[in-house]
Structures are given as C-alpha cells and as structure tokens.
C-alpha cells in the first residue's frame, strides 16, 4: 500500500501545451517533499526538494508547490516538450529519513 | 565526477545462493539508502543509513541486510535470495537527511533476476 499517490499514472501532452498533476501524501510527521524526474534507461534525478507550506520551486519550464496543511504538491510543466517524456515520482520523507515515493506520473510530449 | 556507483549492474543468480551488491558514493555524503523498483509500485525503500554504523529498516527490509562500516560504501546483501526478490535495484545517496532536507543522487541500477 501506497500512502503516497500520484495522479494521475500517465498523461499525454501536446508539445507547446502546459500540464499538472499531483501528488498527495499523509501529512501528519511530514518532513520534505521531493521531486524526481525518471527517463528511461536511467536512473532518477532530483527536480526539487520543498519542505514548508505555501513552498515554491522552480528550475525553467518546470514548478512545484507544496501545501502541507492538506498533504498534496502540484507539479506543473509549462510549454511541454518532447524532452520533458519522463516519469516523475514524488517522495515524502520523515524526519528519520525514511522515504516514501510515490508509483509516479508517466508524460509522453508528442511533437 | 561527483557519483554512486552500483556493482554488478546486473545479475541472475540462483535461489538460495548469497549474493551481495555494491554501493559506492565518492560525494562524502552522510546518508545513504536502498530501493527496489517493481512495475506499477513505484520505489519502494529496502533499507537507509543515516550515518556509518547507523542503519534502519524501510518499508521492505525482509530478506535484506545491509551494513555501513564505511561512509563511502553501503552494501546491500541477500543471504537466501528468492525469485520474489527479482527486481531493479537502485542505491541512493544525499549529504545529509536532516534539515534541511538534500535531494538524493541515484546510482545507475542493479537488475536482479532471481531463478
């Protein structure tokens, strides 16, 4: 079982068109929220790391917030492109550092 | 460069044959952790280490060991492995996993098969 939960699993885009989706998580004993971009092939790389509320993050096209109080984040690309075809997990982590991710959201951007 | 690296990549080994893969990271980080990737469950935490000689158990730490005598290397080890052991195994490493919270660099993966 799941206690983190990204939705939704796969989504198709538009090159040029923006998406979203979410990730929530428990949040009693929250510590941070991470991010993680996940191509084929390779292994995962870290997009962002929020820990408080109202927390936002940005790395070009890509953004992320963070609500603690209700326990979800919004990942958001703008502009998709055919590079940004990824999975993208997120991960609650407490402060013992166990982590949690989530089974993560797959984007295919078709040109 | 700045890496974990993960030895063998990949493996097909035997039921009840010991096994251990390798976990290095040369970034002198304090923590360092274990998954394991299935289809449809995303990665699921085996075992974590927040410091040498300080290990903890993550959501499927059965029939797992691991040990952290050394900061740079985190081994994991199957002592009796099964075939529900098949998967892609993926070590992890961040400077710290206290405040504030650093993200993880992720070796390249070992794919176990389990026979």
């Not at chain 1, 820990?51 to 992320?64: F, M, P, V, W, Y």
């Not at chain 2, 690296?5 to 035997?14: A, C, G």
């Not at chain 2, 251990?20 to 974590?48: A, F, K």
Request: net charge neutral; aromatic share 12%; with cysteine.
């Amino acid at each position: 079982i799941l206690n983190v939960e990204q939705s939704p699993q796969s989504l198709h885009v538009q090159e040029g068109d923006s998406t979203n989706f979410t990730c929530s998580f428990p949040s009693s004993n929250f510590y941070a929220l991470h991010w993680y971009r996940w191509e084929t092939a390779k292994s995962p790389e870290a997009l962002f790391v929020m820990t408080l509320n109202g927390d936002e993050k940005k790395k070009g096209r890509i953004s992320a917030t963070l609500n603690t109080k209700e326990g979800y984040s919004y990942l958001y690309i703008k502009g998709s492109q055919p590079e940004d075809s990824a999975t993208y997990l997120c991960a609650s982590t407490d402060s013992w550092g166990k982590f949690q991710f989530g089974a993560g959201t797959q984007v295919v951007v078709t040109p | 460069e700045a890496q974990v690296t993960q030895n063998p990549r990949y493996l097909i080994t035997v039921t009840g044959k010991k096994l251990t893969v390798t976990c290095s990271q040369n970034m002198n980080h304090e923590y360092m952790s274990w998954y394991r990737q299935d289809p449809g469950l995303g990665l699921r935490q085996i075992y974590y280490s927040m410091n040498v000689e300080v290990t903890d158990k993550g959501d499927v730490p059965e029939g797992y060991k691991v040990s952290r005598k050394e900061k740079r290397n985190f081994p994991l080890i199957l002592e009796s492995p099964s075939p529900n052991q098949t998967s892609l195994y993926f070590c992890a490493s961040s400077q710290t996993a206290g405040l504030p919270s650093y993200e993880q660099y992720f070796g390249p993966g070992t794919r176990l098969t389990v026979t």
